[in-house]
């Protein structure tokens, strides 16, 4: 996953879900009813009795309770799975915001003039400084953006800039641009979500004795299934028994000498 366009699917999710929080309860109630209709289901739902609460002091003001069943399901439910689902969409995601910012000079420079660009371009080098040593020259990097010949595309995203530089043969000329856009394609996104997905369906109760080395074997194995599937189990496993017996025959010597 990019990190330019993971970014405009979270920004697409959080406006969806707005939407949604609008307008889903009524097109749910809808779709609940359809399908009552198709099971001969009452599409009613039962009033209960409201709980009294007690008030330990007399100047207590009561909340007014909501006697309608399904306006305290909207209200209740409904509009606090969709709140706590936008919060948490917003708080777990907002990093990679400030990501998609510090690298933005690489994926809106047609929006730039030459002052802005050569400034953000400055900060992007700076962004990839540790003391004294430079990944890129922010000069540069800004003269050879404003070289750029025409692009087949004004909205293209940076894996497809990058391909489109290795596919005309153009890493020579921009090398600063070859570089930066090598480093905004490799970023993660997803990767930390998906190792521990990975590690919770691998070491289960029954795997716990199992140590380190074993389980990030094991996890880069379930990670990468397609290149897993193209290896050889049996040349695998005679590689491996191989080593076992040469290891074997080595301790055996060894064992002989000493009581030699």
């Given at each position: 996953m990019q990190l330019d366009v993971?970014?405009?699917l979270l920004m697409k999710a959080k406006t969806s879900l707005t939407r949604y929080r609008d307008t889903g309860f009524s097109a749910a109630q809808a779709s609940a009813k359809?399908?009552?209709?198709?099971m001969n289901v009452e599409a009613v739902l039962k009033e209960k009795r409201l709980r009294s609460t007690r008030k330990n002091f007399a100047y207590e003001a009561p909340d007014e309770p909501i006697r309608d069943a399904l306006k305290r399901l909207e209200i209740a439910f409904f509009n606090v799975v969709v709140d706590t689902t936008i919060e948490s969409l917003k708080e777990r995601f907002e990093s990679l915001g400030?990501?998609?910012?510090?690298?933005?000079v690489l994926l809106n420079f047609k929006e730039l003039d030459g002052e802005a660009l050569s400034n953000q371009c400055d900060e992007f080098c700076s962004t990839l400084s540790t003391?004294?040593?430079?990944?890129i020259d922010g000069k540069e990097l800004?003269?050879?953006i404003s070289n750029l010949p025409s692009l087949p595309s004004d909205a293209m995203t940076?894996?497809?800039?990058?391909s489109y530089i290795h596919k005309k043969q153009l890493k020579e000329l921009y090398p600063n641009l070859w570089i930066a856009l090598r480093i905004v394609c490799t970023l993660p996104v997803t990767s930390a979500e998906r190792s521990f997905l990975k590690l919770k369906l691998i070491k289960t109760y029954l795997r716990s004795p199992m140590g380190q080395n074993r389980l990030s074997g094991l996890s880069i194995i379930s990670i990468n299934q397609e290149i897993g599937k193209q290896l050889?189990?049996?040349e695998v496993i005679n590689d491996f028994a191989s080593k076992k017996s040469q290891k074997?025959?080595?301790?055996?010597?060894?064992?002989?000498?000493?009581?030699y």
């Open positions: 993971a970014v405009d359809d399908i009552c209709d198709e400030v990501m998609r910012s510090r690298f933005g003391e004294d040593e430079k990944d800004a003269l050879e940076a894996l497809q800039l990058l050889s189990y049996d074997a025959e080595i301790l055996k010597t060894d064992h002989a000498n000493l009581c």
